[in-house]
């Protein structure tokens, strides 16, 4: 299974800005670059949803609801990808998740699940 660390959640207040991180400390370069990654977020009493995800080719997709607010990215050299939030709502309140898709449907996640990092939003 592919081992990953998923960092950068926080309290932030409405409108603000979050940038998390999900990093693969132990693969190596030219595997990390064949990953689809993806994130998703869990909030209280509702199901995972997903929330973005990029494929090797850096082809990105997004949930309507986060659509030109976040930002998804990855940086080869530091075997990371990157979900930057803006203009924060309270509805993106969850706890955010990495994950590599085994075939690369975003919709089909691995059954390995990270700690996730946990993003509020609140005044």
């Known amino acids: 299974q592919v081992q990953l660390v998923e960092s950068g959640g926080g309290l932030v207040q409405p409108g603000g800005s979050l940038r998390l991180s999900c990093a693969f400390p132990?693969?190596?370069?030219?595997?990390?670059?064949?990953?689809?990654v993806a994130w998703y977020r869990q909030a209280p009493g509702k199901q995972r949803e997903l929330v973005a995800g990029?494929?090797?080719?850096?082809?990105?997709t997004y949930a309507d609801s986060v659509k030109g607010r976040f930002t998804i990215s990855r940086d080869s050299s530091r075997k990371r990808v990157l979900l930057q939030m803006s203009s924060l709502k309270p509805e993106d309140t969850a706890l955010y998740y990495c994950?590599?898709?085994?075939?690369?449907?975003?919709?089909?996640?691995?059954?390995?699940w990270g700690q996730g990092t946990q993003v509020t939003v609140s005044s």
């Open positions: 132990r693969a190596i370069t030219s595997t990390f670059t064949t990953y689809t």
């Open positions: 994950n590599v898709p085994p075939s690369g449907d975003f919709q089909r996640p691995s059954n390995y």
């Open positions: 990029i494929t090797p080719d850096r082809i990105s």
